[in-house]
Every structure is written in structure tokens, then in C-alpha cells.
Nanobody, 124 residues
């Protein structure tokens, strides 16, 4: 079993930055691809970013490309999402998720494990 725990959310003004963390426990973290997803009120959960087991490969949703950066530190069992130039439309609950068998995670039906989410609110 894998336990994922997000942190780092909060309230920030438009144009500001936040760094989210996803801490993993329970299994060898480097065996899992990890993705970040988000869900705004009244909307479906959507893909944000993903990173491969080694960290060598990443992918981003078009809406965050150039503003968000995903990274991982396997020695610390943690994946990060650095979010810059935040916009009000980035307001959502952000979730991290993991899958052992896929090289990357880019769809909501792909993760085997989910965290509980962390709220990000961007004011205009």
C-alpha cells in the first residue's frame, strides 16, 4: 500500500507562487510514476503535470506549461510542484497520484493511489 500526503497549499494573490509537496510512504517511492491533478468547484478533475520514476521525463497540461514545474527527490520520497505566475483559474484542490506500471500519469483513470488533496486559492 502507498500513502500519499500533499502539503503546501494556501491563499496567494494572482502572479504569486506556491510550492506543493507530495510525500510518499509505504513502498519504494522510486518505483512509481507520479502525477498532479486538480479539481475546481463544479468541474471535473483534470491532469496538471506528471514525472517519471527517475525524474528524467515530465509532461504538463497546456494550461500550466511554462508556469509550473514538477520535480522529485527520491531520497526524500517527495514530489514537488512549483507553481509560478498563478492565476485565479488555477484555484482548485490539488491532488498527487501514483502508478507503479505506467511511465507517466496523464489521465484521471490511471493512478492506483491518490492523496487527500490540498487547497490552492488564487485571488485576483
Amino acid at each position: 500500500q502507498v500513502q500519499l500526503s500533499e502539503s503546501g497549499g494556501g491563499l496567494v494573490q494572482a502572479g504569486g507562487s506556491l510550492r506543493l509537496s507530495c510525500a510518499c510512504s509505504g513502498r519504494t517511492f522510486s518505483n512509481y510514476a507520479v502525477g498532479w491533478f486538480r479539481q475546481a468547484p463544479g468541474k471535473e478533475r483534470e491532469f496538471v503535470a506528471t514525472i517519471s520514476r527517475s525524474g528524467a521525463s515530465t509532461a504538463y497540461a497546456d494550461s500550466v506549461k511554462g508556469r509550473f514545474t514538477i520535480s522529485r527527490d527520491n531520497a526524500k520520497n517527495t514530489v514537488y510542484l512549483q507553481m509560478n505566475s498563478l492565476k485565479p483559474e488555477d484555484t482548485a484542490v490539488y491532488y498527487c497520484a501514483a502508478n507503479r506500471n505506467l511511465p507517466l500519469i496523464a489521465a484521471v483513470d490511471q493512478p492506483d493511489y491518490w492523496g487527500q488533496g490540498t487547497q490552492v486559492t488564487v485571488s485576483s
